[in-house]
């Protein structure tokens, strides 16, 4: 018998918005219905504070492996949890590119995200040549093996998994529902061959090129369970009709 799962709809805002941006955001998230979804904001970290205590998740959009010290630049996970955060991203694909952040990098930051009672959102998937060249599972697989190594198959209930492949983030290239389809399933029967009731119960967002004329389709899938949304969540009638996608 499948598990209902609560679908979650997370905007990634990266280095983009503005506080008048985070007030109109946070007013229409205010108003809106939106009981049947979990709905998350990542907005740049000097904007968390218009959406803390409004009714809906907040994160951060990285944190550092270190729980303090001298690491100019960076954000612990406590730091995040003590502003009023829930979630934080962990290994998006750029960070990932960007900042080098390896697999076993991105292990240690879920394991400091766990520690701090943090949900890591944390997003794997392919780049362009390895899905031409047709080992994007084995690719998949090895980012979630790289954290299961680190924090254990248990942990997993507390972490929600984030498809995102790199050729559909910010292109407009949206993989197809068929696609997103494939590798959510893929993911969770991964975890389920290590613990079957986690694959089960574990919300596995889409992301990439999400916009309110396809959420629908995609979230339809059997085993996407909402996305992390990037530019559509910078409009925020769009990121609300995302939101509403996921209802449905
Ligand atoms: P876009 O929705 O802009 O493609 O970005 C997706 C993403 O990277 C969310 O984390």
């Known amino acids: 018998m499948q598990t209902k799962r609560q679908p979650l709809v997370a905007g990634n805002w990266k280095m983009n918005g503005n506080a008048e941006l985070a007030a109109q955001m946070q007013a229409v998230l205010s108003e809106a219905e939106l009981s049947n979804v979990d709905v998350l904001v990542c907005p740049p970290m000097p904007y968390l504070h218009h959406f803390i205590g409004a009714g809906f998740n907040v994160g951060g959009q990285n944190l550092s492996e270190f729980e303090s010290g001298a690491h100019t630049g960076e954000v612990a996970g406590r730091m995040l949890k003590e502003a009023g955060c829930s979630h934080v991203i962990v290994g998006h ?7 080098g952040e390896s697999n076993t990098l991105v292990a240690d930051k879920v394991a400091s995200a766990l520690d701090q009672g943090l ?3 944390l997003c794997v998937g392919e780049p362009e040549s390895i899905r031409e060249e047709g080992s994007f599972f084995e690719f998949v697989a090895a980012q979630i093996d790289a954290v299961v190594e680190k924090v254990g198959i248990a942990n997993f209930a507390h972490i929600v998994i ?3 492949p790199v050729w ?7 993989a197809s529902p068929e696609q997103a389809q494939d590798v959510h399933a893929f993911i969770r029967s991964h975890l389920a061959k290590m613990n079957s009731e986690i694959a089960e119960k574990i919300q596995i967002l889409y992301g990439g090129s999400v916009k309110a004329a396809n959420a629908g389709e995609l979230f339809s899938q059997t085993d996407v369970d909402g996305g992390l949304i990037g530019g559509a969540s910078l409009d925020p009638q769009d990121f609300l009709k995302i939101c509403l996608a996921a209802k449905e």
């Not at 559909?168 to 949206?174: E, L, M, S, V, W």
């Open 162 to 164: 984030a498809y995102e």
């Open 119 to 121: 949900v890591p959102v």
């Open 93 to 99: 694909s750029e960070r990932r590119t960007d900042n």
């Open 168 to 174: 559909a983030i910010g292109t407009g290239k949206t």
